[in-house]
C-alpha cells in the first residue's frame, strides 16, 4: 500500500513538471502566424533559429512583426519625431499594457551629432504609447509622472 501511495505520489509531482516543457519560450511572430523556435540569433539581414525539433530557419527582418527573447517581447513599430512619422519601422520593447494602450521602451544605439548642442551624444531612450498600430503620445518630462501613473508601474 505505501508503494502504492509513493507511485501514485510522484506521478502527480511529475505532471506539472513534464507539462511545463512544452510551453513555447523564446519565438518569433510572422505576418504569417506564430513560430516557435528554442534559438535565435541576430544577423545582418534576417533572424537565424533553429527550431526545437532541431530544423533551421532564416527569417528576414522584414517578414518579423515581433519577438520574444529572454522573457522580453519586441513589437514592430513605426517611429516619430514628436508627432510626425519618420516613416521607419523599429523594434519596440513592451513595457507594459492597460485595456487596449501599450507602453513600449526605443533605444537608440550609437553616436550622433546633436545640431542644438552641437556636440556629440550617445543613443538615447524614448518611450511611446500606442493602441495597436497608431501612435498615441511620446513621454515627456510634463506626462510621464500621469501615463506611469495610469500604466500603475
Known amino acids: ?4 501511495a509513493s507511485l501514485v505520489l510522484a506521478l502527480l509531482i511529475s505532471i506539472p513538471v513534464s ?7 523564446d519565438y518569433i511572430l510572422t505576418r504569417d502566424g506564430n513560430m516557435y523556435f528554442a534559438t535565435f540569433n541576430f ?4 533572424l537565424r533559429a533553429r527550431h526545437t525539433d532541431g530544423r533551421l530557419f532564416k527569417v528576414r527582418y522584414a517578414d518579423v512583426v515581433s519577438y520574444r527573447k529572454d522573457n522580453t517581447v519586441y513589437e514592430k513599430k513605426a ?3 514628436g508627432k510626425i512619422p519618420t516613416g521607419n519601422s523599429v523594434f519596440m520593447e513592451l513595457i507594459g499594457q492597460k485595456n487596449d494602450l501599450k507602453l513600449y521602451r526605443y533605444r537608440e544605439y ?3 551629432f546633436d545640431c542644438l548642442t552641437y556636440s556629440f551624444c550617445k543613443g538615447n531612450t524614448r ?3 500606442y493602441r495597436g498600430d497608431d501612435y498615441i503620445v511620446e513621454l515627456t518630462p510634463r506626462n510621464v509622472q500621469t501615463i506611469l501613473r495610469f500604466f500603475e508601474l
Open 110 to 112: 550609437g553616436t550622433y
Open 19 to 25: 507539462a511545463n516543457l512544452n510551453l513555447p519560450g
Open 43 to 46: 544577423g545582418m539581414k534576417n
Open 127 to 129: 518611450y511611446f504609447v
Open 79 to 81: 517611429l516619430y519625431e
Open 1 to 4: 500500500m505505501k508503494t502504492l
